[in-house]
């Protein structure tokens, strides 16, 4: 990659709009960089996917985003990134450099917890695939992962609204097990999440430290495009566009929420069927 990449934005693709917390961290840490931002509404949600899915929305979602000119790539979906950022960075990277959420947000832990007991709230499909176990047993050998299974909490905070008795529930069903774990660090293994987190951070106790992917990504990002030598001047002033599969209105009004800028026009791109496969409920 050259030096003339510069002007290239940074694209990030998820799953529906919860990587917009992704994205929010980007832009208030990186706010000289432009970003493409491409969300999968219509085949929201991820969780119950099967990895070849994932595998193979991810690399239909990238190809989208690298058409149309990116510098790096973000898969901000933890599920994608669980069953596909190893084949995507093998495919892809003598091209662009590809980062995921898992890799920072267990560096962080590992560098968080006391007790050595962490834990992890995310989807079936990213639960399943062992990913964060992996993970963090590479930056901590020592720590025990406690991972909790969610299919109902992303799609609850996505359909929007106020947080209600299901979700209440939802959050309480989830860190159950982890409060009898005596974990002292959770990972928010989904995007979505953080819209939550007071919720969590209540139920979970003010000693419990949680770990989301918006801030590890957006140092990651930076030290990336650095060492690509493509990083933008920190003098400029960068922009964001949108891309969405399904309804670009919708997109905007519930992605508002996520990323707590304002959202203009949202451009809306084609994809494959969702195919077969049970979606989370």
Do not use: W
């Not at 690399?59 to 790096?72: F, M, P, S, V």
């Not at 928010?188 to 919720?199: A, K, Q």
């Amino acid at each position: 990659m050259s030096t003339s990449d510069r002007s290239l934005p940074v694209a990030v693709f998820d799953s529906g709009v919860g990587g917009l917390t992704v994205l929010h961290e980007c832009l208030v840490s990186l706010p000289h960089e432009d970003f493409l931002y491409l969300g999968d509404t219509a085949r929201f949600p991820y969780g119950d996917r099967t990895p070849a899915q994932l595998a193979e929305f991810a690399r239909e979602l990238a190809g989208i985003l690298l058409e149309r000119g990116a510098k790096l790539l973000v898969v901000a979906c933890n599920s994608a990134t669980s069953a596909a950022l190893p084949e995507l960075r093998s495919e892809l990277e003598r091209e662009i450099p590809v980062v995921g959420v898992v890799r920072p947000e267990s560096r962080l832990a590992a560098a968080a917890t006391r007790n050595g007991r962490v834990g992890l709230i995310a989807t079936p499909a990213t639960v399943k695939s062992g990913a964060y176990a992996e993970a963090l047993a590479e930056e901590a050998p020592a720590a025990e992962l406690h991972a909790v299974a969610s299919a109902e909490l992303a799609p609850l905070i996505q359909a929007g609204g106020e947080v209600d008795h299901r979700t209440l529930a939802c959050v309480e069903g989830a860190c159950r097990p982890l409060k009898r774990a005596q974990v002292d660090t959770v990972i928010l293994g989904c995007t979505h999440y953080p819209l939550v987190r007071p919720v969590l951070q209540r139920e979970l106790g003010r000693r419990v430290t949680i770990v989301s992917s918006g801030e590890a990504i957006a140092a990651e990002v930076e030290a990336r495009l650095r060492a690509s030598g493509v990083e933008n001047d920190e003098h400029r002033r960068g922009e964001y566009r949108f891309l969405a599969t399904g309804d670009p209105e919708q997109f905007r009004r519930a992605g508002t929420r996520f990323l707590q800028l304002p959202i203009g026009s949202v451009e809306h791109v084609e994809v494959a069927a969702a195919g077969p496969g049970r979606k989370a409920a």
